[in-house]
């Protein structure tokens, strides 16, 4: 079926005006067109790739484009941090082909080797189909991951001239055989690092670590690569780029690219007739709002991809939109989610390539690069997480230059809220900085033991990997991990590879397998540090539009078996959260109140799950589980008020744990507005009489072992955040509290007790002598290393190369100590 409408605005009044809903728009942002500027090719990029390039109607590079091929040629690390479709890939591939391409007039046709690093494979996949048709095929382009066959890898290390892999396959696969891959290393010119803004956090800091041991190997071989990187639009991306590579970098963020007109709306979902926990009044959730845009638009036939927050979001959408499209546009509508099998991940990608799909419903995994060309919409289900993702995910739309619509939809979310009613928070805000921290002792430990496995350390390395490495070496000494030779250089002392007990991403081990029970067929995986509330026994599992039942979940083999099941409810788990206070860095009185930042140790277990009816959300009943408890030592910004202050508040004891949690839950939701992070990054307690304060104290944490960074950009923006905080309570419509203001559907208390009033008069006591200074956006970022008082300090390394598990999604509290956390999900 043709489409309907080709105009953003016409596609929004369609959805809105047209079909009843216009009352659900909130703000329209209309995004001029911009005219494209052009540069000549630089001298040396190969006649080649010009003509190459020609064949795909590309004549002469934008003029941001030449600047990175100029300072690719001059051996400078650059990034290139320009906006979504503005050609990023022909800025680093054009002088990187070119290279290679010299290389195969070497005697051995592999003079010289590039490395790409993607953070999903589907990235990955997608650049290699974009190099072949640069460069001819005496140019090797090959994959390097985890679903390249056996026999094909060691084709891949021999002759294989660029190499696509991803940090995981570096870090695991390339980096300890680097014996074997000693020709690739040898010639390495360039190492293209792509969408290098999602490295933030533990992921990005073990990432820069990763970067540091190749650089190390290749200067063993003799070679000194240059660094290409690219980047959505972010802050600071230069020091981005330094701090991840460890490399001094040059920025290119002039976009010259043409662009069509963009039309963003803000979308509010309406309230229902149903109500949630003790009556609040509860919205239709973002996700079905989602399907119900996408089933309009697909069936206007506009190409639309809904980015979602979840696996199971995605499955929900897809199913949504199939089910009320019918046959045969049912068919051009699928899910695409991390978890799926490499086969059934590449079949989709085809399909949105070729437009055979018109509807996808996705998680981040198709935020990226991929090239998804012809789409007219997006549709975000629930505010990504960060502004340089909100704009990623909005820019898939109108890579042809065509005119494009894209569409925020809130979820029922203290945040969602705030954003939809203060548009220029997001459209009047620069993006945010990146966020990582190589020195946290958690992340570099493991890499200091992976690296002297590779290659004994020197005291020459330790510059290298940064002033935390010095002292950590010998406390990896004492733990018998690490033993330093009579010539002074540290070796690995274990059998096992060291590079094993390293988990980049942070999730906590292994990822669980999803196994049908009564065939043995592998439907899927879930990262380890999910597992204990996405597929424990008796959890709804959904893969592909089918609904799964959870069996049993084995702990010790990673397997979670299931069986087909068609329930009329979804499972929701339940955990209990405790804190305690292991050192105090910094401390800010704030009248009698005080704000600190320091390290805490966060023991969380899930102790149950409810069970809630599909179609209204009412509570069918609440089942025990038996799982242990998981310990995190990470970073905490935690503000406390005293018993003066609640009496000039009016909040008498009684009402106290109900405006703690309140609040708590509220902080959580504003805090990615003002740290580069997502909800699921962080989590929160709340508790009346904290033993280490000794005082009504609320916890803000870092979910990731040894912190990531957030929980400290919190504290230097503590003023504005706790401001925005109140302010979204205070504004909420709502009497007693609601999903927009202070219940999390994740609180695994029941959102019991929650007080709205009293939670606003407790920040605005917090809040009234508060330091009166300028927004610290610019504040330095985490340093990472614990402070030197208290139960650890600077000096204390993890106990082992292996992270401890992260929170897992969802969130209780005891009466005393209401918790509120979540994980995300990985993508590809």
């Known amino acids: 079926m043709p489409p309907r409408h080709h105009q953003p605005e016409a596609l929004l009044a369609s959805l809105s005006t047209e079909r009843?809903?216009?009352?659900?728009?909130?703000?329209?942002?209309?995004?001029?067109?911009?005219?494209?500027?052009?540069?000549?090719?630089?001298?040396?990029?190969?006649?080649?790739?010009?003509?190459?390039?020609?064949?795909?109607?590309?004549?002469?590079?934008?003029?941001?484009?030449?600047?990175?091929?100029?300072l690719a040629a001059a051996g400078r690390t650059t990034v290139i941090a320009t906006g979504t479709a503005s050609g990023k890939s022909l800025g680093y591939l054009a002088p990187v082909l070119s290279e290679l391409l010299t290389g195969t007039e070497a005697r051995n046709g592999r003079g010289a080797t590039a490395l790409y690093l993607a953070p999903t494979k589907a990235l990955a996949a997608d650049q290699r189909r974009r190099a072949a048709e640069l460069v001819p095929d005496r140019v090797r382009v090959a994959l390097y991951d985890g679903d390249t066959p056996p026999q094909e890898r060691e084709w891949v290390r021999q002759y294989a001239s660029y190499v696509l892999t991803n940090p995981d396959m570096?870090?695991?696969?390339?980096?300890?055989?680097?014996?074997?891959?000693?020709?690739?290393?040898?010639?390495?010119?360039?190492?293209?690092?792509?969408?290098?803004?999602?490295?933030?956090?533990?992921?990005?800091?073990?990432?820069?670590?990763?970067?540091?041991?190749?650089?190390?190997?290749?200067?063993?071989?003799?070679?000194?690569?240059?660094?290409?990187?690219?980047?959505?639009?972010?802050?600071?991306?230069?020091?981005?780029?330094?701090?991840?590579?460890?490399?001094?970098?040059?920025?290119?963020?002039?976009?010259?690219?043409?662009?069509?007109?963009?039309?963003?709306?803000?979308?509010?979902?309406?309230?229902?007739?149903?109500?949630?926990?003790?009556?609040?009044?509860?919205?239709?959730?973002?996700?079905?709002?989602?399907?119900?845009?996408?089933?309009?638009?697909?069936?206007?036939?506009?190409?639309?991809?809904v980015f979602v927050r979840s696996r199971r979001a995605a499955e929900l959408v897809a199913l949504q939109a199939q089910e009320q499209l019918g046959h045969p546009l049912a068919a051009r509508v699928a899910a695409y989610r991390g978890g799926y099998l490499a086969e059934e991940r590449r079949a989709l990608e085809r399909d949105l390539h070729t437009g055979r799909l018109l509807g996808l419903a996705s998680t981040s995994a198709l935020e990226l690069g991929v090239d998804v060309s012809g789409l007219d919409a997006v549709l975000l289900a629930g505010y990504p997480g960060t502004r340089a993702s909100l704009w990623q995910q909005a820019g898939r739309a109108g890579r042809e230059g065509q005119g494009a619509l894209a569409v925020l939809i809130a979820r029922d979310d203290p945040l969602d809220t705030y954003l939809v009613h203060h548009p220029d928070a997001l459209f009047a805000t620069p993006v945010e900085a990146t966020v990582l921290d190589p020195d946290n002792p958690h992340v570099l430990a493991p890499h200091l033991c992976a690296a002297a496995a590779e290659l004994p350390l020197t005291d020459?390395?330790?510059?290298?990997?940064?002033?935390?490495?010095?002292?950590?070496?010998?406390?990896?000494?004492?733990?018998?991990?690490?033993?330093?030779?009579?010539?002074?250089?540290?070796y690995w002392t274990r059998r096992e590879r060291a590079v094993d007990g390293v988990d980049l991403r942070g999730s906590g081990?292994?990822?669980?397998?999803?196994?049908?029970?009564?065939?043995?067929?592998?439907?899927?995986?879930?990262?380890?540090?999910?597992?204990?509330?996405?597929?424990?026994?008796?959890?709804?599992?959904l893969h592909q539009g089918r609904t799964y039942l959870v069996r049993e979940f084995d702990l010790e083999s990673s397997v979670a078996l299931v069986s087909p099941a068609n329930p009329p409810y979804t499972t929701s788990a339940r955990d209990v959260t405790s804190i305690s206070i292991l050192s105090t860095d910094t401390t800010e009185e704030w009248g009698e109140a005080q704000l600190s930042f320091g390290s805490v140790e966060v023991v969380n277990q899930v102790v149950g799950y409810l069970r809630k009816r599909i179609s209204t959300g009412e509570i069918l009943g609440e089942s025990k589980l038996d799982l242990p408890p998981r310990t995190l030592r990470t970073r905490?910004?935690?503000?406390?008020?005293?018993?003066?202050?609640?009496?000039?508040?009016?909040?008498?004891?009684?009402?106290?744990?109900?405006?703690?949690?309140?609040?708590?839950?509220?902080?959580i939701g504003l805090l990615p507005l003002f740290a580069t992070c997502d909800r699921w990054d962080i989590g929160g307690v709340s508790v009346p009489l904290h033993p280490d304060t000794g005082l009504p104290t609320v916890f803000v944490y870092d979910g990731h072992s040894g912190g990531a960074g957030f929980a400290e950009r919190g504290f230097h923006r503590a003023v504005v955040w706790l401001t925005a905080t109140r302010d979204a309570i205070a504004a909420c419509e709502c009497d007693r509290g609601c999903p927009s203001c202070v219940q999390s559907p994740k609180c695994g208390n029941g959102n019991e007790p929650l007080d709205k009033a009293a939670a606003i008069r407790l920040l605005t006591t917090l809040l009234a002598h508060a330091p009166n200074r300028p927004d610290p956006a610019d504040a330095p970022d985490a340093?990472?290393?614990?402070?030197?008082?208290?139960?650890?300090?600077?000096?204390?390394?993890?106990?082992?190369?292996?992270?401890?598990?992260?929170?897992?999604?969802?969130?209780?509290?005891?009466?005393?100590?209401?918790?509120?956390?979540?994980t995300g999900d990985a993508a590809g």
């Open 20 to 70: 009843g809903r216009s009352d659900r728009l909130t703000h329209t942002e209309q995004l001029p067109a911009r005219e494209a500027r052009y540069a000549p090719w630089p001298e040396g990029i190969r006649q080649e790739v010009v003509a190459a390039a020609a064949e795909l109607g590309v004549l002469l590079p934008w003029a941001h484009q030449a600047e990175a091929m100029d």
């Open 170 to 305: 570096l870090h695991r696969g390339i980096l300890p055989a680097h014996p074997r891959w000693s020709s690739f290393l040898k010639a390495l010119k360039y190492v293209v690092i792509d969408e290098c803004h999602t490295y933030r956090g533990v992921f990005g800091s073990h990432v820069a670590q990763v970067l540091r041991r190749l650089r190390r190997l290749c200067a063993r071989y003799g070679a000194s690569p240059t660094f290409l990187l690219a980047s959505a639009t972010t802050a600071e991306p230069a020091v981005t780029a330094q701090r991840l590579t460890g490399l001094p970098a040059t920025a290119v963020t002039e976009d010259c690219s043409p662009r069509g007109p963009l039309v963003f709306a803000l979308w509010e979902p309406p309230l229902t007739e149903n109500v949630g926990e003790h009556g609040a009044p509860v919205r239709r959730s973002a996700t079905a709002e989602a399907g119900y845009l996408l089933t309009d638009l697909v069936h206007d036939g506009t190409r639309t991809v």
């Open 460 to 490: 020459a390395d330790l510059e290298l990997f940064g002033p935390s490495s010095e002292p950590l070496l010998p406390v990896l000494e004492r733990r018998g991990l690490l033993r330093r030779r009579s010539d002074g250089s540290w």
């Open 509 to 541: 081990g292994s990822p669980v397998q999803i196994v049908e029970a009564d065939t043995g067929r592998l439907l899927g995986t879930v990262d380890a540090e999910a597992a204990h509330t996405t597929v424990h026994t008796g959890a709804v599992h």
């Open 636 to 667: 905490a910004v935690w503000w406390s008020v005293t018993e003066d202050q609640l009496l000039d508040a009016t909040i008498p004891f009684d009402q106290l744990p109900g405006a703690a949690h309140a609040a708590e839950h509220a902080s």
């Open 783 to 822: 340093v990472g290393s614990p402070g030197a008082s208290g139960t650890s300090g600077a000096s204390d390394a993890p106990d082992a190369p292996d992270a401890p598990d992260a929170p897992d999604e969802g969130s209780t509290g005891p009466a005393d100590g209401a918790a509120d956390d979540a």
